[in-house]
C-alpha cells in the first residue's frame, strides 16, 4: 500500500506539470533504482520509509543518490543513464546522513559529507543543523583507504572537476570543497596504480590545496561548462566566475556589479550544488532567489526576485549582461487568490527564460530579443496552469533546460508544448499575444515535429493582416534568421538580421507597446571586467565578449539593424538598367547574377521530392535580379557591422538566409497547395477557378504584398502562377484592374500559355487584345511571333519596316535610336522616314544667319537688294 500511495503521488505530479510547460521524465528515482534495489537486495517495500535520495548530478548525467539499508547500513548508488545501469560505489556500516557526495569521472575516488544526529528516547529527532560535520575522501577502486579531509561544525558540499579528456587517462583529480563558513578550497589528489589495478591516494597526508573563493553569500556551480560563481557582498554586490580547465589552472575570467536589495540572503545559498535533505528548509528565511543562465551562443542572464508576499505585487529581475541592460517585470496579483507558493519557478529554454509561478501566470521571456515586451509571451488564468506544482514540491532548476523534483526524486527535461503553444496562438485575441506567440512558435521549429505546418495553416485561417503587424512577414523573416545553419551563431547577429518588420518603439501601434498584466522598467548594466584569458578564448567567452564590446557600438550607431525596405531605391535603378538598351551587362550586374545563381544553387538541393508547385522553372529576370541585389546589401551590411566574422562566413550566411526566405516562401505555397488538393490543370487558363484555387490565389496575393512592403524577393515563377490564377478567379475586367495596377504582372510564360491555350473566339480575342496591349516592350516582339491573328501579323510588319529603316539609316550615318528626335513622327513609318531624312539634309544645310568668315557685304547687299525687288515686282528676274 505506501509503494502505490507513492506511486500515485508521482503520477499526480506529472499531470500537474504536463500543461503548456512540457516535462519529459528522464529520470524515474522509484523506476529506475528503487524497484531495482528491491528486486537486487530482496528488501521490502520498507525501503521507501527509509528513503532513497537523490543527492547529486554529475557532468556526465550520473545520477548519485544514498538509501538506508535494513541492517542499519547506508548505501551510496549511481546510476548512469547511458546505459541505464545502477552500480553501488560505497557502504557505511552504521547509519549516517550524506549531505553532499561526488565521483570523480573514473570512478577511482568518492567524496562524501555526512551529518551527525542524535537520537533520545530510541526514537529519531529532527537533524539539527549545528549537528558536526565530516568530510571524507575514500578508494573505491577497489574499496580501501579512507581519509577525512574536514572534521568541521558548518555544512561542507563536495564536487569533483570533471575534465574535457579520456576517461582513466588521468592520474589526477581535483575536488572543490564549499563550507557555509563563506570559503571554497580546491584539493589536488595525485593518483597512482598498484598492482596493476588497485588505485590509490599518493601522499594522502600532504594533500595540496588552494583557495579559491572567501567572503561570499551565494554561489553557483554549472556542472556542464566547470563554472563557479559566487557573490560577495559588502559595499556593493560583486559577482564573480571563475572558470576551471583540465589541468590545475583556474582563474577567474569575469567580475560583475549588481544592483542587489540590502542583505539579499539571510545565510550562505549554494546553487547546484546538489541537495542537502538534511538541511533546514530555507524557504521561509526571505532570502533573495537568485540563478544565473548561460548558453553557448554567448548569453548569460542574471535571474534574481524576492520571495512571494500576500497581497503584494510580484517582481522578478533579468540582467541581460550580453545586450548591457537589466529588465524588472512586475505582475499585479488577485487579492482573492493568495499564492500557494512563495518562491518562483525559474527554467532556462535556451531562447527563452520561464518565470512561473503556479497557477497564477507563467512568462517566457525572450533572450534573443528583449527590447519589445510584445516578444515574449505573458500567460494568466486557465493558461498559467502549465507548472502548477504544489505547496510542498520542491523544483531545482539545473542547466541544459534540466528540472529535478526533489521529493519524487525526478528529473526532467523542459520543453514548450508545441501543440498547447499552437492552440493559444490560434485561439488568442490580442495582437500582443499573437505576435508573442508566433515568435516563440517559431523559434523551437525542427525538422522532426510538423511545427511550421500547423503555423501555415494558421495564416491561410488568417490570411488578412491584423492591426499591428503582418503575420507573413513576421513568419519569415523570423524563421529565417534562426535557420538550421546559422541557430547556433552568436546572439550578435540578432543585432543586425531582420527577426521582425516591427524593430522600432516608433513603429509599433499601441496595442504592441503593452502586454495585459505585466510591466517591465530597463535600466543600463555596469559593463562587466574580464579577466586573465577570457578576451583571449574561444566558444563560449569569447561570444560573450564579442557581444558585450559591441554593446557601445551598436547604441552609437544608427540603424544597426537590416531592413529590407531600404532597398527599393537600389531595386528600382537595377530593375531600369536592366530594362536599358544596353546589352552588355555591367560588372555590377554581372555580380547580381552570380550571387543569384549561389542563391538557387542551394535552394534546388532542399526537399527535392517534395515539390509539387511549378516554382523555379522559368527565367524569372526581375526576381532573380531582386535575389541577387538582397545578397550584395545584406553582404554589405554585415560586413559594415561585423566584418571580425569574416568574408566566407558572412557569405555563406547571406547566401542562406535569402535561400531560406525563398525555401519558407516555397514551402508555404506547397503546403497549400496539397491542403486544397490542388492538380496541374490549376496552371490552364481556359476554365473558371473554383474556391480552393480562390483560397490560394488569396494566400498568394497577401503573400506579394507582404514581399513588396518589405522588399523580399519571391521565388522564380511566383507571379507566372500568381496571374495565372487570377486570370481563372478574377471577372475579366477585374483581372485587368489587377494589371493595370502592378498586383499582377504579364509574364512571359504566362502570355505564351494565354495564347496557347485560347482559341480565337471573339470573347477570347477580346482577352488577347487587352492583354496584347498591355504587353512591356521587353516582351511584344517575342510574343507577337506566337499569336496567328491579323493583329500580330501588322505588329510583326510594323516591325520589320522599322527595322529595315534603321539599318538604312546606319549605313548613311545616321542612327534613328542615337540622335535626338525633334521631329513630328507619325504611326506611318514610311512618313517619319522620310521626315527624318529631310531634318537630317536640313542640319547639313549652311545657316544664313550665322557669321560666316571671308563674307563679301556689299555682294551680299546687292544680292538682298535684287531679290527685294523682283519679289515686289518693281524688276523682272
Known amino acids: 500500500p505506501e509503494e502505490g500511495i507513492e506511486t500515485d503521488r508521482r503520477e ?61 547500513t547506508t548505501n551510496i548508488g549511481k546510476y548512469d543513464p547511458q546505459i541505464k545501469q545502477n552500480k553501488l560505489l560505497y557502504t557505511f556500516d552504521k547509519e549516517v546522513c550524506v549531505s553532499s557526495t561526488s565521483v570523480n569521472k573514473e570512478e577511482t575516488l568518492l567524496a562524501v559529507s555526512v551529518v551527525q544526529k542524535t537520537k533520545r528516547d530510541g526514537h529519531r529527532e529532527p537533524l539539527r543543523p549545528d ?45 572543490l570543497l564549499m563550507s557555509e563558513d563563506s570559503y571554497v578550497e580546491l584539493f589536488h589528489i595525485s593518483l597512482a596504480t598498484e598492482e596493476g589495478y588497485r588505485v590509490v591516494i599518493q601522499n594522502p597526508n600532504r594533500l595540496p590545496k588552494e583557495k579559491v573563493a572567501e567572503d561570499f553569500t551565494w554561489a553557483q556551480w554549472n556542472v556542464d561548462t566547470q563554472r563557479l560563481f559566487y557573490l560577495t557582498v559588502k559595499e556593493k554586490s560583486l559577482l564573480r566566475c571563475v572558470q576551471f580547465y583540465s589541468d590545475r589552472i583556474y582563474e577567474t575570467l569575469l567580475e560583475l556589479s549588481l544592483d542587489l536589495p540590502a542583505s539579499p540572503f539571510a545565510s550562505v545559498r549554494f546553487i547546484n550544488f546538489g541537495y542537502d535533505h538534511y538541511k533546514d528548509e530555507e524557504e521561509a528565511d526571505g532570502s533573495l532567489n537568485l540563478v544565473i543562465f548561460m548558453s553557448k551562443a554567448g548569453s548569460m542572464c542574471v535571474c534574481y526576485c524576492q520571495p512571494v508576499c500576500t497581497g503584494e505585487d510580484v517582481a522578478y529581475t533579468i540582467a541581460f549582461v550580453h545586450r548591457g541592460c537589466s529588465k524588472t517585470y512586475r505582475v499585479a496579483m488577485e487579492r482573492a487568490a493568495p499564492p500557494q507558493r512563495t518562491d518562483l519557478v525559474l527554467i532556462s529554454l535556451d531562447y527563452y527564460i520561464a518565470v512561473c509561478l503556479p497557477g497564477h501566470f507563467l512568462h517566457f521571456i525572450n533572450i534573443r530579443q528583449p527590447d519589445l515586451l510584445c516578444h515574449s509571451l505573458f500567460l494568466t488564468g486557465e493558461d498559467a496552469r502549465l507548472c502548477s506544482l504544489g505547496p510542498d514540491s520542491t523544483i531545482l532548476s539545473l542547466p541544459e533546460a534540466m528540472l529535478l523534483e526533489v521529493q519524487s526524486g525526478t528529473l526532467f527535461k523542459a520543453t514548450i508544448s508545441s501543440s498547447l503553444l499552437l492552440e493559444f496562438l490560434c485561439r488568442s485575441r490580442l495582437d500582443c499575444h499573437r505576435l508573442a506567440a508566433l515568435h516563440c512558435a517559431v523559434t523551437y521549429l525542427t525538422p522532426e515535429t510538423d511545427v511550421e505546418l500547423q503555423i501555415i495553416h494558421w495564416l491561410c485561417e488568417n490570411v488578412m493582416s491584423f492591426d499591428s503587424f503582418d503575420q507573413i512577414q513576421e513568419f519569415i523573416l523570423d524563421a529565417a534568421s534562426l535557420y538550421r545553419r546559422s541557430r547556433q551563431q552568436s546572439f550578435i547577429l540578432d543585432r543586425v538580421l531582420p527577426y521582425s518588420s516591427l524593430s522600432h518603439w516608433e513603429e509599433m501601434s499601441v496595442s504592441l507597446k503593452g502586454v495585459p498584466g505585466v510591466t517591465c522598467s530597463t535600466e543600463l548594466l555596469l559593463e562587466p571586467v574580464f579577466r586573465g584569458k577570457a578576451k583571449n578564448l574561444k566558444g563560449y567567452w569569447e561570444e560573450l565578449h564579442c557581444n558585450i564590446d559591441s554593446i557601445k557600438y551598436f547604441e552609437a550607431v544608427p540603424n544597426p539593424r537590416y531592413k529590407p525596405a531600404l532597398i527599393t531605391r537600389d531595386w528600382n535603378r537595377l530593375w531600369a538598367e536592366m530594362n536599358s538598351d544596353e546589352k552588355k551587362p555591367t560588372s555590377y550586374l554581372r555580380n547580381i547574377q552570380e550571387n543569384t545563381k549561389k542563391v538557387l544553387s542551394i535552394v534546388e538541393t532542399w526537399h527535392l521530392d517534395k515539390r509539387v508547385v511549378p516554382l523555379f522553372q522559368e527565367e524569372d529576370f526581375q526576381q532573380r535580379a531582386l535575389i541577387g541585389l538582397m545578397v550584395d546589401k545584406l553582404r554589405d551590411h554585415i560586413n559594415r557591422h561585423l566584418n571580425r566574422l569574416g568574408k566566407k562566413r558572412i557569405d555563406m550566411l547571406v547566401v542562406n538566409y535569402v535561400a531560406q526566405v525563398l525555401e519558407l516562401t516555397r514551402h508555404i505555397l506547397e503546403t497549400v497547395w496539397i491542403k486544397y488538393n490542388l492538380s496541374s490543370n490549376v496552371l490552364s487558363v481556359k476554365e473558371r477557378g473554383s474556391s480552393s484555387e480562390w483560397a490560394v490565389f488569396h494566400l498568394m496575393s497577401r503573400i506579394l ?69 498591355r504587353l512591356p516592350e521587353s516582351l511584344d516582339q517575342k510574343i507577337y511571333q506566337l499569336w496567328d491573328h491579323p493583329i500580330s501579323s501588322a505588329c510583326i510588319a510594323r516591325n520589320y519596316v522599322r527595322n529595315l529603316f534603321e539599318k538604312l539609316g546606319k549605313k548613311q550615318g545616321s542612327s534613328l535610336r542615337q540622335r535626338d528626335h525633334t521631329f513630328f513622327q507619325t504611326e506611318f513609318l514610311p512618313l517619319n522616314y522620310l521626315t527624318k531624312t529631310l531634318s537630317d539634309v536640313e542640319d547639313k544645310a549652311l545657316n544664313p544667319f550665322e557669321e560666316q568668315e571671308n563674307v563679301d557685304a556689299k555682294f551680299v547687299e546687292e544680292i538682298a537688294l535684287k531679290q527685294t525687288s523682283v519679289l515686289l515686282g518693281f524688276e523682272e528676274t
Not at 577497489?142 to 588521468?170: G, H, M, S, W
Not at 509574364?747 to 491555350?757: A, G, I, Q, S, Y
Request: glycine share 4%; with cysteine; proline share 4%.
Open 12 to 72: 499526480v505530479v506529472l499531470k500537474r506539470i504536463a500543461h503548456m510547460l512540457n516535462l519529459q521524465s528522464t529520470f524515474d528515482l522509484q523506476k529506475d533504482v528503487i524497484s531495482i534495489i528491491l528486486r537486487k537486495y530482496g528488501l521490502s517495500s520498507r525501503i521507501t520509509e527509509a528513503g532513497v535520495k537523490v543527492v547529486n548530478i554529475e557532468r556526465d548525467g550520473s545520477i548519485l543518490y544514498a538509501w538506508k539499508g535494513t541492517s542499519g
Open 131 to 175: 549537528s558536526k560535520c565530516i568530510t571524507l575522501l575514500i578508494e573505491i577502486h577497489p574499496l580501501n583507504n579512507t581519509k577525512v579531509l574536514k572534521a568541521v561544525d558548518c555544512r561542507i558540499r563536495v564536487q569533483f572537476l570533471y575534465p574535457d579528456v579520456e576517461k582513466n587517462r588521468v592520474h589526477e583529480s581535483h575536488l
Open 705 to 773: 504584398e507582404a514581399a513588396k512592403s518589405q522588399c523580399l524577393p519571391l521565388p522564380p515563377g511566383f507571379n507566372s502562377l500568381l496571374t495565372v490564377l487570377g486570370m481563372r478567379c478574377l471577372p475579366q475586367h477585374t483581372f485587368l484592374q489587377y494589371i493595370d495596377h502592378g498586383i499582377l504582372q504579364l509574364t512571359e510564360p504566362f502570355v505564351t500559355r494565354l495564347l496557347k491555350d485560347l482559341d480565337n473566339s471573339d470573347k477570347n480575342e477580346q482577352m488577347k487584345f487587352s492583354i496584347m496591349k
